[in-house]
């Protein structure tokens, strides 16, 4: 497993893990919008991974370790042992080049205006890696993808480091955490049922015993 990242002013660094490329393997690439029109770099990460999975998505900040940044990649590649690799595509109009995602309001619905508390995002962010540490061995190389709302990153301000750097101290150690900042947040509920959320951070670990 390796993370590796892309900015104007650095290139690569480290250097795109080429040996890493396999049927069996996943990459996760986070972007700047800008990075659609110049491809240069997206160009050469699917180069350097012709038979693995890449998956990604543009952001409004990419996350890379405990820093945000912006006009980068952010991008992840494991190589899974035992585990098969799938992949599946939902709402894309390739004529246009768009992704449909929805979250309906019902009619007569009643919305609830909320209010932040600085010290209690980033305590959410700490208690979110800790829920990951119930099932993730301990002792094993662990990747964790953090999706965060924007509209946190907008309240936060100076302060947007504090939930990453809480989030890299909490994980197990061993992990090597990637991500980027959306617009919504899909993840499930304490009874399992996933939906859409709001000003949420999410996290996704993988891991092979």
């Not at 992949?87 to 932040?116: I, W």
């Not at 994980?171 to 980027?180: A, D, E, K, N, Q």
Request: net charge negative; glycine share 6%; aromatic share 8%.
């Amino acid at each position: 497993m390796k993370t590796f990242s892309y900015t104007p002013r650095d290139g690569w660094s480290p250097r795109l893990p080429v040996e890493l490329d396999s049927p069996q393997t996943l990459v996760l690439a986070f972007c700047a919008p800008v990075y659609f029109d110049q491809r240069g770099p997206v160009d050469e990460l699917l180069a350097a991974f012709p038979q693995s999975h890449v998956l990604g998505c543009s952001s409004a900040g990419e996350i890379f370790g405990a820093e945000l940044r912006d006009e980068s990649l952010s991008c992840a590649a494991v190589r899974f042992a035992e585990t098969r690799l799938r992949r599946a595509y939902a709402g894309v109009d390739e004529s246009d080049s768009s992704m449909t995602f929805a979250g309906d309001v019902p009619e007569g619905a009643m919305a609830q205006l909320m209010k932040a508390n600085f010290d209690r995002l980033v305590q959410g962010a700490a208690h979110a890696a800790l829920a990951t540490r119930a099932n993730t061995p301990e002792d094993v190389d662990v990747l964790a993808v953090a999706i965060s709302c924007v509209g946190r990153r907008l309240v936060l301000n100076e302060r947007t480091e504090e939930e990453l750097e809480v989030t890299v101290e909490t994980l197990p150690c061993r992990s090597h955490l990637v991500g980027f900042y959306s617009y919504g947040e899909i993840s499930p509920y304490g009874d399992g049922r996933c939906e859409l959320h709001n000003q949420t951070m999410t996290l996704t670990t993988f891991a092979e015993p």
